[in-house]
């Protein structure tokens, strides 16, 4: 059963609660998140997109995010920018003064729903003042994100507060793999396991589907007719990239390399990356790096023409990334860790490199992971037709495990769930 709030008197809602939603008229579920287009850089925000555009034949979903304040074009979307007097802090300081402007935009709410940790204390805020539950979808987890103390300095430690204060308090917890559900419990053992349920990322089938067309590669320098390897994901220490790039060194030199890669998380890692980059192109041809983010339909195009989409990922609690490659019907290269392996089915749908992990989740062999990606991307790269075969199982099970639909259904029963 929900918890009361400290402050409500017995059979009265708490002040700004909206009482359950009548017969007639569907349950207020607000969203909040960081991302949301037309914003959108990583998993969290393709989820959170899917996810409300499902959501609202169920529910009347609100959409609270980062970004230009104001209502968006979309009915329901509200954007909200960093507070004046917060302009030049910490990053962290500015995400905790966004976070409690969202709050304030979710008075009414009958569920607040929120992602990653960068809107985990709006949620919490949310439901302390309105007295409604909270649900939270671990998408990451700051313990697991060491390498983020480069990025934010003391704002890790806050964000790391944020997160668990969030998760420990939390009504239902919703981690998108078992994978993460294992991470999250080790993480946070004051969490209820059977406040915690799993459900999966999804794919848009219908959107990411194989493009015959060639415009887009001929406009970036890709030759359709070289085999082709491709990355697409952030410069951050997560992603993986420069093991990446140091494999690519040792692949057929006909291969063609394409970086769908851009916004470094540090100065430092954005030089390792450069640097790397430059020392391959000295060696080989065929090595295109895209900085900027590429439209969804361009990107489509870039998967479906690749012999291999390659996840050198060393922390990965899902993979959307790889739901998107296999949906264009591209065989996939992977780090076997995190939820990966529940993606991509190894020797089925693509190849999975395994590594033992440091608790960083740094390879404690660098060089036998290096050497593993190399061999697992040269196997499909010398055999196109196991390639092509990989990549048509991969688009079948992405259609038949991961729908937008089933996962919408799923989260509103986690949400009956919390409601009591």
């Not at 060639?214 to 491709?230: A, I, M």
Request: aromatic letters at 6%.
């Amino acid at each position: 059963m929900r918890r009361m709030a400290a402050n409500s008197m017995p059979g009265a809602p708490a002040p700004g609660h909206a009482t359950e939603p009548a017969a007639d008229r569907p349950l207020r579920v607000d969203l909040l998140t960081r991302e949301y287009p037309p914003d959108v850089y990583g998993g969290a925000g393709v989820h959170v997109e899917y996810l409300a555009e499902n959501l609202r034949t169920l529910a009347d979903v609100r959409v609270h995010c980062f970004g230009a304040p104001g209502p968006r074009a979309q009915p329901g979307v509200t954007g909200y920018a960093t507070p004046p007097g917060l302009q030049g802090a910490n990053p962290a300081l500015r995400t905790m003064g966004i976070d409690l402007e969202m709050v304030a935009g979710a008075a009414g709410t009958g569920i607040a729903h929120s992602h990653t940790w960068y809107a985990n204390l709006a949620g919490h805020v949310a439901k302390l003042l309105y007295g409604v539950p909270h649900v939270v979808t671990t998408h990451s987890l700051e313990p697991l994100r060491p390498w983020k103390a480069e990025q934010l300095g003391g704002g890790y430690a806050l964000s790391s507060w944020c997160e668990r204060t969030a998760l420990e308090a939390a009504d239902s917890v919703i981690a998108v793999s078992d994978g993460m559900r294992r991470d999250l419990l080790d993480c946070y053992p004051a969490v209820d396991p059977g406040r915690v349920h799993v459900v999966h990322n999804g794919i848009d089938t219908d959107q990411y589907a194989p493009d015959p067309g060639t415009g887009v590669l001929e406009r970036l320098g890709v030759d359709p007719d070289r085999p082709c390897v491709t990355y697409v994901g952030r410069v951050t220490r997560q992603k993986g990239l420069p093991y990446l790039l140091r494999a690519a060194d040792r692949l057929p030199a006909g291969a063609q390399l394409v970086l769908l890669a851009g916004a470094p998380d540090t100065p430092e890692i954005a030089a390792e990356v450069e640097g790397l980059v430059a020392r391959l192109r000295e060696r080989r041809d065929g090595v295109v790096w895209v900085r900027q983010m590429l439209p969804k339909r361009e990107v489509i195009q870039v998967l479906s023409h690749s012999t291999v989409f390659a996840c050198p990922s060393i922390y990965e609690p899902m993979g959307i990334v790889n739901l998107e490659a296999m949906a264009c019907e591209t065989a996939v290269v992977a780090t076997a860790t995190g939820g990966i392996p529940e993606v991509v089915a190894d020797r089925e749908t693509g190849l999975l490199v395994a590594t033992e992990q440091a608790p960083d989740g740094t390879p404690r062999d660098e060089e036998g992971f290096v050497a593993g990606l190399a061999a697992a991307i040269t196997e499909l790269l010398e055999d196109p037709e196991l390639a092509a075969r990989m990549g048509r199982a991969g688009r079948d099970r992405a259609t038949r495990q991961f729908s937008w639909e089933s996962i919408a259904e799923r989260t509103m029963r986690v949400y009956r769930q919390a409601l009591g």
